[in-house]
């Protein structure tokens, strides 16, 4: 690619995929509204407002390929989930059809299905049961991605995300760990592959205790390295286990559950 779009470049995630993106482009251009580092040789900062229309237009134009991963990223009240994660996602999409349908990698989340049992094993077909309102705007992004695949054939990866950290930290992720190494590779794949459409992909890492089937992905040419079991020795050491009656040892979306719906 030319150029590749990071939104979200400051959060944790975006530091990351900063670094190990870079060789997919000849510019990485990183966008937030949060303060970037200084642009480094062949990156481009911008500081951009998701909900703002014209500045998303701006953010957009030139690009190639999108990573996204802007917006709000855990609970919130609604208002501030509206603005970053269903107005500017919908600025984000029109802004691609303005300008050539770029490639997109849409962090969703397991927050989507959160309220399914932790004893279920999920395709990528399981309806929706998000465990808050910011699942509830991950729903949404991913219809909105469908509609404009079906409507433009805008491509789009819905990406899943578990817990993309640098170690599992605690029996939940066990489960739910995706590597920074494997969502790397995922999205190399993700640009590499001729015909992407609009998928489904969970987003994890090759946990033996994993609730999520990515069986369905063959054709992605894509298969995760690492395995959160390698950590269950130090994990038992270290963190007390769950109770076995509190929710968020029952529930996929773990501590979500327990949220109420913030007002402030």
């Known amino acids: 690619m030319r150029r590749l779009l990071i939104t979200g470049a400051a959060g944790q995630l975006g530091r990351v995929m900063r670094k190990r993106l870079a060789p ?100 990528p077909d399981a309806p929706y049961r998000p465990d808050g309102l910011y699942g509830v705007s991950k729903c949404f992004g991913e219809a909105l991605a469908r509609l404009y695949f079906d409507k433009f054939g805008q491509e789009t990866a819905l990406v899943r995300i578990g817990s993309c950290t640098p170690e599992p930290t605690n029996y939940r992720m066990l489960s739910t760990w995706f590597s920074h190494d494997d969502f790397a590779s995922m999205i190399e794949a993700i640009f590499r592959v001729s015909t992407l459409g609009c998928p489904v992909i969970w987003g994890s890492s090759a946990n033996d205790a994993g609730w999520w089937d990515n069986s369905h992905l063959g054709w992605l040419g894509w298969k995760p390295k690492d395995n959160a079991e390698a950590h269950r020795i130090h994990i038992e050491a270290l963190t007390p286990r769950p109770d076995p009656s509190d929710p968020t040892s029952r529930f996929q979306g773990g501590d979500f559950v327990n949220n109420p719906i913030f007002k402030e």
Do not use: K
């Open 24 to 123: 997919l482009a000849d510019t990485i251009r990183l966008a937030d509204l949060a303060r970037l580092d200084p642009p480094e040789r062949d990156e481009e900062c911008m500081s951009c407002d998701l909900s703002d229309a014209a500045a998303v237009h701006e953010m957009v134009a030139g690009c190639d390929g999108i990573v996204h991963l802007g917006g709000v990223s855990v609970e919130r009240p609604f208002d501030q989930i509206l603005g970053g994660n269903i107005v500017g996602l919908y600025n984000l999409y029109e802004a691609a059809r303005a300008h050539g349908q770029p490639r997109i990698v849409f962090a969703s989340s397991n927050h989507t299905i959160g309220y399914y049992p932790q004893t279920e094993r999920l395709g």
